[in-house]
């Protein structure tokens, strides 16, 4: 049932033949597949399971593991009321353990678990360093949705678990091709401009794809999903921030602020929509909504480091904050009936440009660039005193430049007199500004490909949607 991870089933195979005990973390943001992976990839071979409880105090929690302990048969080992504890019945449950397989201990969702003041940690410490690490038959595995908690308490440790992991497992959204091979499996009848079309409301994460109904056509899909009274997704991004990020609120600003800029914001932008202060708490929320896979920080061509850009990717976020106002009118067939507005038209040619910055990799792929160097840039300046800008640039070290423009249509795109006028001014404007001497081209990247008439036929580099499935 596992569709592609193929570098993360290899890793996790590399540490079943291993001669030694490994100690692997796996992270990624929540709903994209991490505990599915795991227990999908050992199934009955995982020797001891638990997960934390969000909210839940070190009672709680502990309680959860010792349930555990009696659910598997060892109600002895059941009597833990502090982490030391707790790890210490783990060891005896594991030299109880026969066979020469490898014992796999898999805790999900360790930022839960790790309260404050619990001393989970000094637990775990103790349980690797002081015994696991020793043998050679163990396989620990951590887990976490909150990502950035996870790298700061775990792989940057700088105490008793420093430089002790030997795998790490970054888990992302699904691409186009995973997202695809997903609905073949379970036989929902997508063609790939309605895949691309549910990528830019969903994104490639596995939860939100698993709702969808195969007797329902995309639209209603996500109409029942999202916009009826009882939608599964009505309060989905409230409740995916507040389980990632103690005052939640503030984060939710943030990305509400970078959502009215679709190139995004400087530093000095956000300080200004959300009114947070400019100290070290803003830096921590920027760092986890990085960390996390929710935004990105770039620099712009030409530009220093101190004039960077952070800029929302996650899709959702990006979709519940254009749209959560029409929740509101409890429509039914609120998404059927706006898909043929052209205010659907902007949404998708912004969402689509998103698309294609994830896919940037099946991009170069196609124009053969795959093995040469390159950087990814946007750009933004003025020509002719008017604004311009460039939303993907492929600088490549064989001195040549992609300048890419996106346009997400339902059929062949008409290159007009005036659009092609467009990019040449664009081209100009970007070759002044910069004063490269690199060459440059442009590529259209297009749902369905251009329309073949005399403005067309100057583009000479294209990609289609097809291209960003390989």
């Known amino acids: 049932m596992l569709i592609g991870r193929e570098s993360e089933i290899e890793t996790l195979q590399y540490c079943c033949d291993s001669d030694k005990s490994e100690f692997v973390v796996v992270y990624g943001r929540r709903r994209v597949g991490k505990t599915f992976l795991i227990k999908e990839f050992f199934g009955s071979n995982i020797t001891f399971y638990a997960t934390g409880i969000l909210g839940g105090d070190k009672n709680e929690q502990l309680n959860t593991w010792n349930e555990e302990m009696k659910r598997i048969g060892e109600p002895e080992l059941a009597k833990a009321d502090n982490w030391f504890d707790a790890f210490k019945s783990l060891n005896m449950l594991i030299e109880k353990t026969e066979g020469t397989q490898k014992k796999v201990v898999f805790l999900d969702e360790i930022p839960w678990m790790a309260t404050g003041r619990s001393k989970f940690l000094i637990g775990l410490d103790y349980f690797w360093n002081r015994w696991a ?42 691409s186009l091709r995973e997202c695809e091979l997903y609905y073949k499996s379970r036989n929902i009848p997508l063609t790939r401009y309605q895949m691309a079309e549910a990528y830019m409301i969903f994104g490639g994460i596995p939860y939100y794809l698993s709702l969808m109904k195969s007797h329902l056509s995309l639209y209603q899909n996500v109409d029942t999903m999202y916009f009826s009274e009882n939608a599964v997704l009505r309060h989905e991004l409230i409740n995916l921030y507040r389980s990632l990020f103690s005052n939640s609120e503030n984060y939710i600003k943030v990305i509400e602020a970078l959502a009215n800029k679709g190139i995004g914001l400087s530093r000095a932008d956000i300080i200004e929509a959300t009114k947070l202060a400019d100290a070290g708490s803003l830096t921590k929320i920027l760092n986890d909504l990085i960390i996390s896979g929710f935004i990105r920080k770039y620099v712009g061509y030409g530009k220093k480091e101190r004039d960077c850009t952070y800029q929302l990717i996650d899709f959702f976020s990006l979709f519940d904050i254009r749209f959560r106002g029409k929740r509101e009118e409890f429509n039914a067939n609120y998404w059927l009936s706006f898909s043929s507005t052209h205010a659907y038209s902007i949404w998708s040619g912004f969402s689509f440009e998103k698309l294609c910055l994830i896919h940037q990799n099946q991009i170069r792929k196609k124009l053969g660039v795959s ?100």
């Not at 440790?157 to 970054?170: A, E």
Request: glycine share 4%; hydrophobic share 35%; charged share 25%.
């Open 371 to 470: 093995g040469v160097l390159a950087s990814i840039f946007s750009w933004r300046g003025s020509y002719e005193k008017k604004n311009v800008q460039i939303d993907l640039i492929i600088d490549r070290n064989d001195n040549v430049i992609n300048l890419c423009e996106m346009k997400f249509s339902s059929s062949e795109y008409s290159v007009t007199k005036d659009y092609s006028a467009e990019l040449r001014r664009k081209r100009s404007a970007f070759s002044n500004s910069t004063k490269t001497r690199k060459a440059l081209v442009t590529t259209m990247v297009t749902t369905f490909g251009l329309v073949k008439n005399a403005y067309g036929m100057e583009i000479s580099s294209q990609v289609t949607l097809n291209d960003l499935f390989d």
């Open 133 to 174: 690490s020793s043998r050679t038959d163990v396989i620990l595995i951590i887990c976490g949705s909150a990502a950035s908690w996870i790298t700061d308490k775990v792989v940057n440790n700088r105490g008793g678990l420093h430089n002790r992991l030997t795998q790490q497992i970054y888990i992302k959204p699904f």
